[in-house]
């Protein structure tokens, strides 16, 4: 059975950082692209960042640009994303995600998605 577990969310003031972490089981991930999104209380769920499974390509939202950091590490089947300078605006639940292409962004790329880990910035 296939699963994407997420962890590390929680409180952090503006300005704060968290790091987040992807845990993939139940199948082998080489060759996917891994992706993190994020869904705030009313809207869509968007794209955050991606990255391949090499790592040698990573992808961001301009929104995140600068200051998150999308990293893999391949022999525990782990993603991770790094969260700097943080905003009340990037207040969502966080999604990991896999596609069976090399890296992508739409949500309709990706076959399978974790439960989500709520990041809560207050001003």
């Known amino acids: 059975q296939v699963q994407l577990v997420e962890s590390g969310g929680g409180l952090v003031q503006a300005g704060g950082s968290l790091r987040l972490s992807c845990a993939a089981s139940?199948?082998?991930?080489?060759?996917?692209?891994m992706g993190w999104f994020r869904q705030a209380a009313g809207k869509e769920r968007e794209f955050a960042a991606a990255i391949s499974w090499s790592g040698a390509n990573t992808y961001y939202a301009e929104s995140v640009k600068g200051r998150f950091i999308i990293s893999s590490g391949n022999a525990q089947n782990t993603v991770y994303l790094q969260m700097n300078s943080l905003k009340p605006e990037d207040t969502a639940v966080y999604y990991c995600?896999?596609?069976?292409?090399?890296?992508?962004?739409?949500?309709?790329?990706?076959?399978?998605w974790g439960q989500g880990t709520q990041v809560t910035v207050s001003s």
């Open positions: 995600a896999a596609a069976n292409v090399r890296i992508a962004t739409p949500t309709s790329k990706y076959d399978y």
């Open positions: 139940g199948r082998s991930f080489a060759g996917y692209g």
